[in-house]
């Protein structure tokens, strides 16, 4: 069954670091999105991609955070300049539609601390 | 105010029984969408079901279905002949278009136990 992958699993980085989430959706789906989870608490939608380019992003995503897609199977999440409130649990997801009757299928995370 | 209240923090069912966990929404868009995610304790997020706003019918997935009462905005999630492995936390999303993008909002969650 085809699934989204995530690397790395884990990583540490110290403050003011620029880190880079890397996630290979499903290979036909069209829409890539990122949301992260402090640990414990709540999901938060960070922001969404389709066609090459961003098409909703949240409050949270500001002009530290950037996503790309690189090549035709890479989508990533770069954090630039990190803070410690961004340590958090990254998920990436993907889905072959939007609205109407999508079904996300989410990656098994990225766990970020930032020291 | 919260756009997603789950107000059951945690929840016990009978192995075999059905649960209703709630979930309450608060929007002022026509169009939006309602979703419920699974996360059991290993961590990763899973997708349970959709449900649009214009969808005259209740969604179902398998042994889940979304109760959708749209004048109370509601979106219940209904699990029935519950199994152990249901054992998990539960988060209701909204996706609604605020400020000209869309967002998506979680609730803070209901941790269900399923009892042998």
């Known amino acids: 069954e085809p699934e989204v992958t995530q690397t790395p699993s884990h990583q540490v980085t110290q403050m003011g670091q620029e880190v880079i989430l890397r996630c290979v959706p499903i290979?036909?789906?069209?829409?890539f999105y990122w949301y992260r989870q402090i640990l414990g608490q709540k999901v938060e939608f960070l922001v969404s991609?389709?066609?090459?380019?961003?098409?909703?992003k949240s409050e949270i995503f500001d002009d530290q955070f950037s996503v790309e897609r690189p090549d035709g199977s890479n989508f990533t999440l770069k954090i630039r300049s990190t803070k410690l409130e961004d340590s958090a649990m990254y998920f990436c997801?993907?889905?072959?539609?939007?609205?109407?009757?999508?079904?996300?299928?989410f990656g098994p995370g990225t766990r970020l601390l930032v020291l | 105010a919260q756009k997603i209240t789950q107000t059951q923090p945690g929840m016990f069912v009978q192995e075999k029984e059905a649960v209703t966990l709630d979930c309450t929404y608060d929007?002022?868009?026509?169009?939006?969408?309602l979703f419920w995610y699974k996360q059991p304790s290993s961590g990763e997020m899973i997708f349970l079901i959709y449900?649009?706003?214009?969808?005259?019918q209740n969604a179902t997935e398998g042994r889940y279905s979304l109760n959708f009462q749209k004048a109370r905005k509601s979106a219940n999630l209904v699990i029935s002949a519950s199994q152990l492995g249901d054992s998990a936390m539960y988060f209701c999303a909204m996706r609604e278009r605020s400020s000209g993008t869309y967002k998506y909002i979680f609730g803070t969650g209901t941790r269900l136990k399923v009892l042998a």
């Open positions: 991609f389709y066609n090459n380019e961003i098409s909703e």
């Open positions: 997801a993907s889905s072959l539609l939007a609205g109407g009757r999508e079904t996300q299928y």
């Open positions: 290979s036909n789906h069209l829409y």
């Open positions: 929007t002022s868009d026509q169009s939006y969408g």
């Open positions: 449900q649009g706003s214009y969808d005259e």
